[in-house]
């Protein structure tokens, strides 16, 4: 499996972007795919998450409402819209993709193959 992150960017506070994360190789639209991020000096943290329809999706407290997954499974692809965001937004964003069907989406250990991360960069 192989996964491409790309969409990230230099913004300002208040604005959006949209990441994708594009997976080729051995990929089941059942599988759940997971957003982390990773800021300067801090341990990467779960961001979003979606099962194998928009009825199964999971985020982190911080970004609620501001953030939607959603995934196109035609082309094999993930999608994060983050809206309204913030400084504290600013980080290193991967996509990662598990093994197997049932994980614990929310832990960074459950997945076995991520992407090269793209850099969100938001100014105050």
């Known amino acids: 499996v192989q996964l491409q992150a790309s969409g990230g960017g230099l913004v300002q506070a208040g604005d959006s972007l949209r990441l994708s994360c594009a997976a080729s190789g051995r990929t089941f639209s059942s599988y759940t795919t997971g957003w982390f991020r990773q800021a300067p000096g801090k341990e990467r943290e779960f961001v979003a998450a979606i099962g194998w329809s928009a009825g199964y999706t999971y985020y982190t407290d911080s970004v609620k409402g501001r953030f939607t997954i959603s995934r196109d499974n035609a082309k094999n692809t993930v999608y994060l819209q983050m809206d309204s965001l913030s400084p504290e937004d600013t980080a290193v964003y991967y996509c990662?993709?598990?093994?197997?069907?049932?994980?614990?989406?929310?832990?960074?250990?459950?997945?076995?193959?991520w992407g090269q991360g793209t850099q969100v960069t938001v100014s105050s």
């Open positions: 990662a993709y598990p093994s197997r069907l049932t994980i614990v989406v929310r832990s960074q250990y459950e997945y076995d193959y």
